[in-house]
């Protein structure tokens, strides 16, 4: 178990297990890995870049490889602190019953672990890791909370029924129920589930042991929100985001009410893994909103 000193360098990633491409290799093997107490066991971080850090919470069944193309745009000028949420990619799991509450807790303990101090924090956090992300906010100062995507809303939601793994399947026929389960919930634009985004999420869903999407359909965000203050607040989507639908005026209003000042950004022909499938618009986005909260 390694507690790190402010930003310390860390432990090189290379320690951890290889991606299944070569992409997400060559990313991580720049990265430095931090490990932090997490249940009964560590939370694995890796960190990039150098400058005010900007926390990156993954989304559910997934790991640090949902912020691929987040981390090469913004490692220049921040330090990006990615880590795997417990219970999913490298992590352990929080301690019982490791719901949104137990998952942030460790998160916020992690942050205090790595001597991140809150008046200079930015935390963005992907689907189910906004939720988490809006708990940590509620138990920890942030400056700015960033919400992707976001579920737990308490507001109307897209039913969505993925295809599983069998047992006996080919390798071939494993590749296909991947992708159709990307092109269900993740990404709009069949042009945009390439290799990598198959291969990243494979490895995701084989190692991932919470089962968070029976959260999203609660409240569990938006009551975490009712008590989080962060100095600015904001909600990002796919404007074709799979979890929406025709319910995007409802999340508009939400915010709206939450927070008068709040920022909430849909862009166009992007599903709900938006920071995968429009990097280039997200990361001018995410950009633009840090610059407003510097």
Not at 107 to 134: T, W, Y
Request: with cysteine.
């Amino acid at each position: 178990m390694t507690s790190a000193d402010p930003l310390s360098p860390g432990d090189p990633a290379s320690g951890a297990p290889v991606p299944v491409h070569p992409a997400a290799a060559a990313l991580e093997a720049r990265a430095r890995r931090v490990e932090t107490p997490c249940g009964e066991g560590r939370m694995v971080w890796r960190l990039w870049g150098q400058g005010p850090p900007l926390v990156l919470l993954h989304g559910g069944y997934g790991s640090w490889l949902h912020w691929i193309r987040t981390i090469p745009a913004f490692a220049d000028r921040r330090t990006l602190c990615v880590p795997d949420l417990p219970g999913l990619g490298d992590s352990d799991e929080a301690a019982a019953p490791a719901g949104p509450p137990e998952i942030a807790r460790a998160v916020a303990d992690g942050l205090d672990a790595l001597g991140l101090p809150p008046a200079a924090l930015d935390l963005v956090g992907f689907s189910f890791g906004g939720m988490i992300a809006g708990h940590v906010a509620a138990i920890r100062p942030v400056r700015m909370l960033t919400l992707v995507g976001a579920g737990g809303l308490g507001l109307p939601r897209m039913p969505i029924v993925l295809a599983r793994e069998e047992p006996g399947m080919t390798e071939d026929r494993r590749r296909e129920v991947h992708r159709a389960n990307l092109a269900l919930l993740m990404l709009h634009d069949p042009a945009a589930i390439d290799d990598l985004a198959i291969a990243m999420q494979a490895d995701n869903v084989a190692r991932a042991r919470v089962k968070s999407r029976r959260f999203s359909g609660g409240s569990a965000l938006a009551d975490a929100l009712a008590t989080a203050r962060p100095r600015v607040l904001n909600a990002v989507w796919g404007a074709r985001d799979a979890t929406v639908g025709p319910y995007m005026p409802e999340r508009e209003a939400f915010f709206r009410a939450l927070r008068p000042d709040a920022t909430v950004t849909v862009i166009p022909e992007a599903g709900h893994w938006v920071a995968y499938e429009a990097a280039e618009a997200f990361n001018a986005v995410l950009g633009g909103m840090l610059g407003k909260a510097e």
